[in-house]
């Protein structure tokens, strides 16, 4: 009886660290939510991974983890002995994709690419914007502008909901922080006001050097109640109807988000702000400059004057009808 026992956990300890035979690597495997243990094992069986079935269930069950399993996409590279292969699907060590959100998206454009992400559950498909607000749980009247910028890692199969809640918190958490930071001088009578200028200055920087330079020129405007006369305003305003060419009569045209007609800021934002913009909005260099223009470099010109400005304008922006710089 004795010697039947050491052999038995001899061969125990032999399967526990043998590698199991694996058909081909690497292999792709996934486990739904709320799959039990042996419909796992079959999963993993018909993927080529031979677990030796009741050995390794046996091994789950001793080890007190057969009801552990932890669903989502799986990924091995090499094979795995039946130790090392519990303690993958016990920890949920699933294989994860990615998805950049980039600064200056707008929400439409960002759920393109949530749309377009193959490794994401789409569950805000048919939502419109304001049951995808509320699916995220935002206090704010529109999402516009409200999800922060960065690179997003999740699990394969995860719901796009969730990836944009983390996105909501995100712009949360960082805006709070910039917001108790801000130059007690900015004009801002909210938050959410310091968001849409961000956006603006996020849309309007050629240059990220001068970031700080374009907010700051653009608070100078809002201080004195001048209009902020941003293209970038007019483009959003124009939604799917832009064609790439911005005319003098967009300009003319009234509208919520034309800052050549209306003064003060638009009522939302128009874009979703990175960081570097959150900043310099709510810490705008100390300038005197009023106007700025392209000089088609990527950088800009910036004076203190109307006449200065109609200067640069003349000299950096000598191009026939149809509006692309910036005023």
């Given amino acids: 009886m004795v010697l039947a026992v050491a052999a038995l956990w001899l061969y125990v300890a032999w399967y526990a660290s043998t590698p199991l035979p694996t058909r081909t690597l690497p292999v792709e ?24 079935g009741l050995q390794f269930e046996g091994l789950a069950r001793a ?13 091995f590279t090499r094979a795995l002995t039946p130790l090392e292969l519990l303690d993958k699907l016990t920890r949920g060590d699933v294989r994860q994709a990615e998805l950049r959100v980039v600064e200056g998206w707008t929400l439409r454009q960002l759920r393109q690419a949530l749309d377009a992400s193959a490794d994401l559950r789409h569950d805000s498909v048919g939502m419109d914007d304001e049951a995808l607000r509320a699916a995220i749980g935002a206090d ?4 516009e502008g409200l999800l922060f910028p960065d690179t997003y890692l999740f699990a394969k199969g995860s719901s796009d909901i969730a990836v944009l809640k983390r996105a909501y918190r995100a712009m949360k958490r960082h805006l709070a922080a910039e917001w108790a930071a801000r130059d007690p001088r900015v ?11 961000a956006s603006i200055v996020e849309k309007e920087t050629g240059k990220s050097a001068e970031r700080d330079m374009i907010a700051g020129a653009l ?3 809002l201080r004195i109640g001048m209009r902020l006369q941003a293209d970038p305003t007019v483009i959003y305003g124009l939604g799917e109807a832009f064609n790439g060419n911005l005319k003098k009569i967009h300009l003319q045209t009234d509208g919520p988000y034309n800052t050549y007609t ?31 223009v392209a000089r ?22 000598r191009q026939p009808p149809g509006r692309k710089a910036t005023p």
């Fill in 296 to 317: 088609g470099d990527g950088s800009s010109k910036f004076s203190r004057t109307l006449e200065e400005h109609n200067r640069a304008v003349n000299r950096f922006q």
């Fill in 262 to 292: 209306r003064a003060g800021l638009p009522p939302t934002p128009i874009a979703l702000p990175g960081l570097a913009s959150l900043r310099a909005a709510l810490r705008p260099a100390q300038t005197d400059a009023l106007y700025y």
């Fill in 187 to 197: 004009p801002y009578q909210s938050p959410y006001e310091a968001v849409i200028m």
């Fill in 63 to 75: 080890l007190g983890r057969a009801h552990a399993i932890k669903a989502g996409s799986y990924e």
């Fill in 219 to 221: 608070v100078n405007r």
């Fill in 29 to 52: 495997v996934e486990i739904p939510k709320g799959t039990h243990f042996r419909d796992a094992v079959a999963i993993l069986e018909r993927a080529g991974i031979d677990t030796g």
């Fill in 140 to 143: 704010e009247a529109r999402l």
